[in-house]
């Protein structure tokens, strides 16, 4: 997935760095540092090929192209590109891994309303 | 009129004219240690898995979907991070074995009741093998499980790496594993080597701190191992 257009997403190049909480109501995506806490709720977080996020996100879907310290808490699902490096629980309903990436933590698949349980795709 | 062979030759060709990218061939191998862990998965509910292959889907999804708790961990990489070689009193490259349980496997005691471990002694640094095992020991719940897979004398050095998906009941989906050497880049991408071949009595040492130890001889110079704790 190549970087996203301006003004269709919040964006933070990959000179960037930001420590802190960072919360919002449109999509981000992170090709810089970031450390602290990220929630955006209803929305999602695209961690770009050269991001690199220490902390633990809120948010609505997660793609990871980069790196990523820290728990993640998506209520829809979790994309992990072929280059991300993850260390840190992941809880979603869906969850899809490219061949190549890189996870330690725990993965729990939470039940989406109505439907059953487990769902991971590569 | 085209004679019948030439129809024939002629629909190989277009065939062939059409065919897309090669297909990388799935192997698939069966697994008696597997089968014994897939009926205790059938049996019992919310149980906690290592996996200590590549991180997959699969599996991922495999485990999940029978309401365990899955937890990846891919020793075999993060053993090859450049940053636990250290200088030796001799000034030999060493892996430091304390480091390395510092940032890997930390979990709190009796935790997990079942640990894939596939064939991750075989490929592993030597130095690492024994205090990996031993930190299995803690983390793993008496009467858990652990399956690891040895070569036996009949394999190479070149023997292929794989990584094991689960599928279901005892069958194994087996992928090649490639990695970059340390420091270099992706394109090129090797097969890590096998290490050492350990014989019955190495094994029986290695989890001699564990209740009991079953041997599985497969045809594929595999012995499959399944330990309990």
């Known amino acids: 997935m190549d970087a996203p257009q301006t003004g269709e997403f919040a964006h933070i190049g990959k000179s960037v760095v930001i420590k802190g909480e960072l919360s919002g109501s449109e999509d981000l995506y992170v090709d810089g540092n970031v450390e602290g806490k990220i929630e955006l709720r209803n929305h999602s977080l695209t961690v770009g090929p050269n991001g690199n996020v220490k902390a633990d996100v809120i948010a609505k879907a997660v793609v990871i192209q980069g790196k990523l310290d820290g728990a993640v808490n998506a209520s829809e699902r979790v994309e992990l590109r072929k280059s991300a490096v993850v260390t840190g629980d992941v809880i979603t309903q869906r969850i899809a891994i490219e061949e190549g990436a890189f996870l330690k933590g725990k993965v729990e698949i939470q039940k989406e309303a109505g439907k059953a349980t487990g769902s991971a795709t590569s | 009129m085209a004679s019948v ?55 991922i999804r495999f485990f999940t979907g029978k309401g365990h708790k899955n937890y990846s961990e891919d020793l075999l990489r993060s053993s090859l991070d450049p940053a636990l070689r250290i200088q030796d009193g001799e000034g030999n490259t060493v892996v430091d074995s304390k480091k390395f349980l510092d940032e890997n496997l930390v979990y709190p005691n009796a935790h997990f009741d079942v640990v894939l471990c596939w064939n991750l002694p075989d490929y592993m640094e030597e130095s690492l093998v024994k205090p990996t095992i031993d930190r299995l020991w803690s983390v793993m719940k008496p009467g858990g499980f652990l399956l690891a897979f040895f070569h036996t004398r009949d394999a190479g050095p070149d023997s292929t790496c794989y990584r094991y998906h689960v599928t279901g009941g005892d069958v194994l989906e087996m992928q090649e594993v490639k990695f970059a050497p340390p420091g270099r880049p992706a394109s090129e991408k090797q097969s890590p080597r096998l290490q050492r071949v350990f014989n019955n009595r190495h094994i029986e040492n290695l989890f001699r701190d564990f209740a009991s130890i079953k041997f599985f001889l497969a045809r594929d110079a595999i012995r499959e191992v399944l330990v309990v704790r």
């Not at chain 2, 019992?44 to 991180?55: I, N, R, S, Y």
Request: charged share 20%.
């Open chain 2, 5 to 59: 062979s030439d129809n024939v030759m002629k629909f190989f060709r277009s065939s062939s004219n059409t065919a897309g990218p090669a297909v990388p061939q799935k192997l698939t191998r069966r697994s008696s240690g597997m089968g014994e862990i897939s009926r205790l998965l059938n049996s019992e509910e919310a149980l906690c898995v290592l996996d200590m292959g590549a991180t997959s889907a699969n599996n």
